[in-house]
């Protein structure tokens, strides 16, 4: 059963740090790209960020660029985003998701974890 689990989401004030990991099991990890991406109350779900599955080619949403970071570590079939500067703006349910083709649009996705939740506070 594939699963992905994203954690480390929390209530943050503005300009503040928050990483969260996506833990992966029942799929050959380092055989997909692995995607961020997130859904703000009363809004649709956008890329955040992507990571292809061996050489670290990344995508980042232009929103985001410059204060997130993602990575990932194989042989711990994880995927981290490391937010800094957070802003109002960020506060969504993000979520990780396999993706069968590295391109970072949600119509490449084809298997979503669970979300988790990050607020940010002005």
């Known amino acids: 059963e594939v699963q992905l689990q994203a954690s480390g989401g929390g209530l943050v004030q503005t300009g503040e740090s928050l990483s969260l990991s996506c833990a992966a099991s029942?799929?050959?990890?380092?055989?997909?790209?692995i995607g961020w991406f997130r859904q703000a109350p009363g809004k649709g779900r956008e890329a955040v960020s992507c990571?292809?599955?061996?050489?670290?080619?990344?995508y980042y949403a232009d929103s985001v660029k410059g204060r997130f970071t993602i990575s990932r570590d194989n042989a711990k079939n994880t995927v981290y985003l490391q937010m800094n500067s957070l802003k109002p703006e960020d506060t969504a349910v993000y979520y990780c998701?396999?993706?069968?083709?590295?391109?970072?649009?949600?119509?490449?996705?084809?298997?979503w974890g669970k979300g988790t939740l990050v607020t940010v506070s002005s």
């Open positions: 990571i292809s599955r061996s050489d670290g080619t990344t």
């Open positions: 029942g799929i050959t990890f380092d055989d997909y790209a």
């Open positions: 998701a396999r993706l069968f083709i590295h391109y970072c649009n949600i119509p490449n996705v084809d298997y």
